[in-house]
């Protein structure tokens, strides 16, 4: 196949296998190697990200301005030149016409390959140049007369620079003709229709000419539909396995007593629950009445109520005589958990403990003790919590908030955290597991709960609050920026306080964009001449956590007008009185992103707005996001706009990565694929396990630890 002219020799290095201790492993074995290409089955499943029509030849005279084409010709002349840059020209004759072939990048002996008199085969797209026409960087090779066309289209493989295309075709062949794609699946899983697996696969590295690229590149072809079929049955069986192998493990029964502390909270709050979160809180309590532990993800839009609910929960484990920790990815965000919880919580005796990576010193180890004599039946805190100094006396419930956050190996920490101290409840048998609550602001489309989160009980809060305002969202280029500040200007002078939430905290030069500080400076002059007296704030993530606790108190209390800050407010900071919010470069955040900023006004009476100023032009993507904010406000459109735009891996984070579990499905088309899989799932767990397990290991392998958080 041809090559490029700078890694040519490269093309001549030998197949992946073990290095001796003589020969390290090439740049392109060890390329093979940071790209997961390991085994046979890993490179027969690497799949071509798009193809090449190498299968016939045009003459030089056919060939036009902007289109690429495959040309043969002899090598009239060769010379290296110094103009701008040392460049090789070199002329192709073919008997219909020349073509000039520049190349900017060579090795030294490039000229050499394309001396004169040597046949070569040239593709590339012809540019009308200065010297008539020619191919910038195209591919090329010697041939012989005789060379035969290649019998279908070339595949163009995901690669990086250190992997040549050439190679990694070679190394594709070789392992196909090795990899083990049997058919695992008895008759009647699969869907009608569609090819055996080893066909498939073989189809998609070598579809033969006339073959519709379209279908291919867009995945529509039967030979794809089985690739994901195959592949979204793997994770339904996963998903299956693991909420059976969940069901064998033991978790203390924390069941609510008649007139206990949950119904004493419950009494002494100040507000009664919505209907959607009576429902919850009661799903919940099932759950934990029951000798298995709860693996539930509680979902809930912007201000939906799910720090009352963790509370109920926390209050039935407490009740029950065990503690219960509650882990949120910032300081701010949990200590806004720690204020209303012992605002709750203490009244009725319960010892709250706080931990952070910035408590230090005596204080730390006081929490530490209360933590593990038992006297803190709630701990409240950042990863701090998991840290290896931090031991319960009798952890039976874990509380995570915003857990796509957290990374399998921190979800999995705070679990052990029961089985450091606790003994099997029975000689022999699984040592105890604390009950699972994990909590989210974004909420899950449909496809990702049938498929990425398919192990999880999953509790949807979908009422909001009474007393919550409508938030009008507006969207602005920057020009009108003067009329922003303006409205900001008007807005404090009648007692309102507003966000203006930036991108950076100091300039990049990468990019052109406002930073907090010299907005901070900005906004600073203008209230001191539009509203003498009035505070503006500054809040970013670098700042000691003392002084942005200080800030935050300043804001919260009303002593402070206009707050601005970076995405570290983004949740947690509930400032009833705040009514107006300005997002600066807009363009710039993510969809769920600006759904959260924007949950942070609207909380109180007053009529709230939020502001999406953003610089021209957009990108297509962009623009989706600005049109989703204008035309919603509800998180589950937002979630599924977000996952049409995203897609799943970047929107939920890699389960931690949900594109761990899934490299060829796209859920946003797939929808009747993954139906169809998970039926199957369910008929080939119940009368074909060994085939089932099979299956699981090809395709999935050790990734199934992602389940398991």
Known sequence: MPTRAAPAQAAKAPAPGPASAARPPSAPQRALHKLGLVRDIDLALHLPMRYEDETRLVTIASLRDGVAGQVQGTVVDSRIEQRARRQLLVRVDDGSGELLLRLLHFHPGTQKTLAPGTLVRVKGELRAGFFGREMVHPEFRAVQPDTPLPAGLTPVYPSSAQLPQAYLRKCVASALARAPLHELLPEGTVL?????????????????????????????????????????????????QARAERARLRAPVLAARPGGLAERLLAALPFALTGAQQRVVAEIAADLARLQPMHRLLQGDVGSGKTVVAALAAAAAIDAGWQC????????LAEQHFRKLVQWLEPLGVGIAWLTGSRKGRGRREQLAAVADGR??????????????????????????????FGVAQRLALREKLAEAEAPPEPGGPKLEPHLLMMSATPIPRTLA??????????????????????VTKVFEDGRRAQVLARIRDA??????????????????????????????????????AVPGAMVGLLHGRMPPAEKAAVMSLFSGGTMQLLVATTVIEVGVDVPNASLMVIEHAERFG????HQLRGRVGRGAAASVCVLLYTAPLSPTGKARLKAMAE?????????????????????????????????????????LLRQARDAAARLLAAHPAAAQQQVDRWLGAKTEFLKA
């Open 591 to 594: 969809l769920a992103q600006l």
């Open 632 to 672: 919603t406000t509800d998180g589950f459109e937002i979630a599924r706009r977000d996952l049409e735009i995203r897609g799943p891996g970047e929107f939920m984070g890699a389960r931690q990565s949900g594109d761990a579990l899934l490299r060829f499905a796209d859920l946003a088309q797939d929808e009747p």
């Open 450 to 471: 049938m498929s990425h989160y398919a192990d999880l009980d999953l509790s949807t809060l979908d009422e909001l609050p009474p007393g919550r305002t409508p938030i």
């Open 192 to 240: 009608a229709g569609l090819p055996s697996l080893r066909e498939a696969v073989q189809f998609l590295h070598q579809p033969p000419p006339g073959t519709d690229l379209d279908a291919l590149e867009q995945r529509h072809h039967p030979a794809w539909q089985r690739l994901k079929f195959d592949e979204l049955l793997a994770q339904q069986l996963a998903q299956a």
């Open 376 to 405: 803190a039946g709630l701990v409240v805190g950042t990863h701090a919590v998991i840290q290896h100094d931090v031991a319960f006396a009798r952890l039976g419930l874990a509380v995570v908030d915003e857990q796509h956050r």
């Open 325 to 332: 920790a509650l882990m949120a990815p910032t300081e701010i």
């Open 492 to 529: 404090v002078a009648a007692g309102q306080q507003v966000y203006w939430v930036c991108p950076l905290v100091e300039e990049s030069e990468h990019l052109d964009l406002q930073n907090a500080t010299a907005t901070h400076a900005e906004l600073s002059a203008l209230m001191q001449q």
